[in-house]
């Protein structure tokens, strides 16, 4: 488990959201600050009103500069300015405030995506797990039924030999053992198909080779308190958290839409330097300035905003009580597959019993020639089958264990202990 959280590109995919958040709640902090520009300009121009304003930023502006020939026909002048502008907002109208909150809000949002898209994988990697596990039951199962298979064949061909069995009871047995053969062939490929399926989710191609724990012999247990599991995934489940946060977000755009007829004031300093060489004498200069901006009308556009985040606020909120009723569904459903689970494993070992003790007694009778092949070759068909009923009955408790906490969003993995801890 641990090496799917490990190497699992898909999660770590999901995790680069957090730091985008993390980026986004930055930018969203930065808006309180000033900003601070610096700038370094060169003109060279024989434009009047530009070598004017070149001379008189150097301070360096004379009488002989007023001559009407002189103003009118400059000869080329250069400037070298430096600029050093700061400007701070001081007043947002709240944007800036709303604006943060909804990035911290983004910010939870992303760890309940990640933390979704962890208990998917976990869960994925116990559906491969267990299915490489009952891949693995399934081919043993087949393999015994193969041996028994061969065995019963040998004792035809002796009975045919010793007179005492027709040449048909040995063309069955023949017969069987090719049926077996195959699906010991199926099985086996079953099995690395299981294989690729837990290599692949894992991330790792050598992943699904490794040994794994001894299977589980005991169901799955029920867990305590089920009438209380619609309160835990309530208050657990991740993506019910982010639907939750996202309500909460779209209620926040809906208030900054509200604030754009408000005005904002921002204070702006700047120091210029002006000289006609870049490092010879200098002239400086300072402005302060106070901005005031109030929008007063712009084609009724803040309104179609407030109407638009409006409708985005109450689709959102919908959304968190439409997946509400799923997860009381999905609850509901995955504890009654869990206790159907556990019923049918009652009933499959029960047939076992029965399918095992009939093979006993008609192999019994057949041995003492009280019955023909074909009546013991059913009842192998039918003990192999019962097996691997009961062994599919077994691992569908743990999936659906599984399936009950992710419904819960309480799922951490296999609960098997050895090496399925490690995966």
């Known amino acids: 488990m641990l090496l799917a959280l490990q190497?699992?590109?898909?999660?770590?995919?999901?995790?680069?959201?957090?730091?985008?958040?993390?980026?986004?709640?930055?930018?969203?902090?930065?808006?309180?600050?000033?900003?601070?520009?610096?700038?370094?300009?060169?003109?060279?121009?024989?434009?009047?009103?530009?070598?004017?304003?070149?001379?008189?930023?150097?301070?360096?502006?004379?009488?002989q500069d007023f001559l009407l020939n002189n103003l009118n026909n400059p000869n080329a002048y250069g400037n070298f300015r430096t600029g050093l502008a700061v400007n701070q907002p001081l007043f947002q109208a709240g944007e800036a405030v709303l604006g943060y909150q909804q990035a911290r809000l983004g910010r939870e949002m992303a760890g309940a995506l990640v933390l979704s898209s962890r208990q998917q994988l976990l869960f994925q990697v116990t559906q491969a797990y267990f299915g490489l596990q009952l891949a693995q039951e399934k081919l043993g199962v087949v393999q015994q039924a193969r041996r028994t298979a061969a065995e019963h064949l040998k004792i035809a061909q002796s009975r045919v030999q010793a007179g005492t069995a027709v040449r048909a009871d040995v063309l069955s047995g023949e017969v069987q053992l090719a049926k077996l053969t195959q699906e010991e062939l199926t099985a086996a490929s079953e099995v690395k198909i299981a294989q690729s399926a837990l290599s692949t989710v894992v991330g790792l191609p050598e992943a699904g080779s490794r040994p794994l724990a001894p299977a589980p012999k005991e169901p799955a247990p029920l867990p305590p308190?089920?009438?209380?599991?619609?309160?835990?995934?309530?208050?657990?489940?991740?993506?019910?958290?982010?639907?939750?946060?996202?309500?909460?977000?779209?209620?926040?755009?809906?208030?900054?839409?509200?604030?754009?007829?408000?005005?904002?004031?921002?204070?702006?300093?700047?120091?210029?330097?002006?000289?006609?060489?870049?490092?010879?004498?200098?002239?400086?200069?300072?402005?302060?300035?106070?901005?005031?901006?109030?929008?007063?009308?712009?084609?009724?556009?803040?309104?179609?905003?407030?109407?638009?985040?409006?409708a985005k606020q109450t689709q959102a909120q919908e959304f968190k009580r439409d997946l509400e009723d799923r997860v009381r569904h999905q609850v509901?459903?995955?504890?009654?597959?869990?206790?159907?689970?556990?019923?049918?494993?009652?009933?499959?070992?029960?047939?076992?019993?029965?399918?095992?003790?009939?093979?006993?007694?008609?192999?019994?009778?057949?041995?003492?020639?009280?019955?023909?092949?074909?009546?013991?070759?059913?009842?192998?068909?039918?003990?192999?089958?019962?097996?691997?009923?009961?062994?599919?009955?077994?691992?569908?408790?743990?999936?659906?264990?599984?399936?009950?906490?992710?419904?819960?969003?309480?799922?951490?993995?296999?609960?098997?202990?050895?090496?399925?801890?490690?995966?």
């Open 7 to 63: 190497h699992n590109p898909g999660l770590k995919a999901a995790g680069l959201t957090v730091e985008t958040a993390e980026a986004d709640l930055a930018k969203a902090r930065a808006r309180f600050l000033p900003t601070v520009n610096f700038t370094e300009t060169y003109n060279f121009s024989d434009n009047p009103s530009q070598v004017f304003m070149s001379k008189l930023n150097q301070r360096v502006f004379t009488a």
């Open 225 to 310: 308190q089920l009438d209380d599991l619609q309160k835990t995934a309530q208050e657990k489940r991740p993506d019910l958290k982010h639907l939750e946060l996202a309500a909460r977000v779209a209620q926040k755009e809906y208030a900054k839409a509200r604030l754009n007829y408000l005005p904002r004031v921002r204070v702006v300093a700047e120091y210029d330097v002006d000289q006609r060489r870049l490092f010879g004498s200098s002239a400086d200069s300072y402005t302060v300035m106070a901005l005031l901006n109030f929008n007063l009308f712009n084609g009724l556009a803040d309104l179609a905003k407030v109407r638009e985040t409006r």
């Open 332 to 423: 509901t459903a995955a504890i009654l597959n869990l206790k159907t689970a556990q019923e049918r494993l009652k009933v499959a070992g029960a047939a076992v019993s029965q399918a095992r003790e009939s093979l006993r007694l008609i192999r019994l009778r057949y041995e003492a020639g009280l019955t023909i092949l074909v009546d013991l070759l059913t009842a192998e068909d039918a003990a192999k089958n019962a097996d691997l009923s009961r062994v599919a009955a077994l691992f569908d408790t743990y999936l659906a264990q599984a399936g009950l906490e992710l419904a819960l969003g309480t799922i951490s993995g296999p609960a098997v202990g050895g090496e399925a801890e490690k995966r």
